[in-house]
């Protein structure tokens, strides 16, 4: 079991570090299209319940609107939502929760947050976001750590596909991108 679990992070990490070079190198390219929310959401929440069961960790979804549609790219999409929801897993305290919403706003825009009441992120690190390789310096991350990769990746894929990426955080009071 343990040399499956490396062996499967070590492939994580190698796929991570060639999609941001690629994402660098401006190569990657996306399949934009109408693409529905909730099915990606529910993609991504599957993906990421185990991890989420493991550390005790519930996840919600809520949509106000019957069927949210996004102009995207399905695959870069759902790669983003499955990193936040990974993140908001790790950094979430055991019997946590973290919530996914969708929501239509103006403009022909949807809002589409992942929130957790965890460790939160300082200041000084919400400025670094999106830096490859972005390391946390707060206890219960250092403890948790990954590639560094993951939010980089999620700027990148974001903004090819045309949209973007913000978060609010303060530490001990969770995170919402």
């Keep these: 079991e343990d040399i499956l679990a490396s062996g499967r992070h070590l492939l994580n990490v190698v796929n991570d570090i060639l999609l941001m070079s690629k994402l660098d190198a401006k190569k990657q390219e996306y399949d934009i299209g109408a693409?529905?929310?909730?099915?990606v959401v529910r993609e991504a929440i599957m993906l990421v319940s185990p991890d989420a069961e493991r550390r005790n960790v519930a996840i919600g979804f809520?949509?106000?609107?019957a069927e949210i549609i996004a102009f995207a790219d399905r695959q870069a999409l759902k790669q983003v939502v499955i990193n936040l929801l990974s993140n908001a897993v790790k950094f979430s305290y055991p019997g946590g929760h973290v919530g996914i919403a969708a929501r239509l706003c103006g403009a022909g825009t949807i809002d589409l947050s992942v929130s957790d009441h965890g460790c939160g992120m300082s200041e000084e690190l919400l400025r670094?976001?999106?830096q490859p390789f972005?390391?946390?310096?707060?206890?219960?991350i250092r403890n948790n750590q990954g590639t560094g990769l993951g939010l980089s990746?999620?700027?990148?894929?974001?903004?090819?596909?045309?949209?973007?990426?913000?978060?609010?955080?303060a530490e001990d009071?969770?995170?919402t991108a």
């Design 128 to 130: 670094k976001l999106g």
């Design 153 to 169: 990746i999620c700027y990148a894929l974001t903004a090819g596909f045309g949209g973007s990426l913000s978060f609010e955080s």
């Design 35 to 39: 693409v529905a929310i909730a099915p």
């Design 134 to 140: 972005t390391q946390a310096a707060h206890a219960y």
């Design 173 to 175: 009071a969770g995170t």
């Design 62 to 65: 809520s949509h106000r609107d």
